[in-house]
């Protein structure tokens, strides 16, 4: 028999998990495979991968990181709908409300969803009782179906997206950011200095949650900010996408494994501060 302790603890440890696995949804972190023609088990498919049986039923193996290992999830349900599936985004949503935190990958796909769900409704109420259109809805706008114009819409390859310019704030001393922030994002400090040792020029994080970085009108409203440099760092990369990497792309963000470094610089020096804001009016004369 659980203690009522017992069961919280599980409760927490199974929404920790469903929360990593949305998140990963939410960055394009999945593969959609037809299974109607596949002879394997389930077990066997490929990692992070959502799956149609011949039943044209929802099956879904996701990998999600706890503190000590990688942790199979089997996250969607068979019966998941596209508006079941909004309604566990939205209570993870009001979840990091209640931290005051932001998940803006997660963000920006309840956006698209909830835009899509809007959409769909306007259609179908001329032809449809009020009560009847959520049914329809379920019936006619298939999630796996969603996720798969969501990938294809904003998860690009490098090659695609030549010449975009990005900025990543870090800090080469991890003492000196925010780590409850830090934590509740399950972001690890990477040495980047390390890393461009090599001679590579290449940074990288090839787990789970990849590198984020952001677009300059998002940059731009960081580089002064003291608590963006103490959750992030006061330094900047300047960054390239690599041509055969891929890249989720929002309208804040953009995240991937790998960047081809191409400058960097201080944000406590007003000479380093001055280039940035040059490469700013580069872009946008």
């Known amino acids: 028999m ?21 998140c990963q949804i939410s960055r394009c972190k999945f593969e959609i495979v037809d299974l109607k023609n596949e002879t394997r088990r389930i077990n066997n498919i490929l990692r992070k991968c959502f799956a149609r049986d011949e039943n044209d039923v929802i099956l879904c193996k996701c990998f999600a990181r706890d503190e000590n290992d990688d942790v199979v999830l089997v996250y969607l349900k068979k019966s998941m709908t596209i508006t079941g599936f909004l309604e566990e985004i939205e209570y993870f949503l009001q979840e990091n409300v209640r931290r005051n935190v932001r998940e803006p990958s997660l963000e ?145 963000e953009v995240i991937g494994d790998r960047y081809y470094v191409v400058d960097n610089f201080s944000l406590v020096c007003s000479d380093d501060i001055s280039k940035v804001k040059k490469l700013f009016e580069k872009e946008n004369p």
């Not at 940074?203 to 992030?232: F, N, P, Q, R």
Request: glycine letters at 6%; aromatic letters at 14%; one cysteine or more.
């Open 2 to 22: 659980l203690y009522d302790s017992q069961k919280q603890y599980y409760k927490d440890c199974e929404d920790k998990l469903k929360y990593f696995a949305l």
């Open 108 to 252: 920006f796909l309840h956006r698209k969803i909830n835009n899509d769900i809007a959409q769909k409704k306007r259609e179908l109420r001329p032809k449809f009782a009020e009560e009847k259109i959520e049914q329809e809805l379920n019936r006619c706008f298939k999630l796996l179906d969603f996720l798969e114009q969501y990938k294809q819409t904003y998860y690009k390859l490098g090659e695609e997206i030549k010449g975009m310019t990005l900025y990543k704030m870090y800090s080469e001393n991890p003492t000196s950011l925010n780590e409850h922030t830090r934590k509740s994002h399950d972001a690890k400090w990477i040495d980047y200095s390390g890393q461009l040792n090599g001679k590579t020029g290449i940074i990288y994080d090839e787990g789970i949650c990849g590198l984020w970085s952001m677009k300059s009108d998002y940059a731009k409203g960081c580089i002064y900010s003291t608590v963006a440099k103490h959750h992030y760092g006061d330094r900047i990369f300047i960054l390239e996408p690599i041509n055969d990497c891929h890249y989720f792309i929002t309208d804040e």
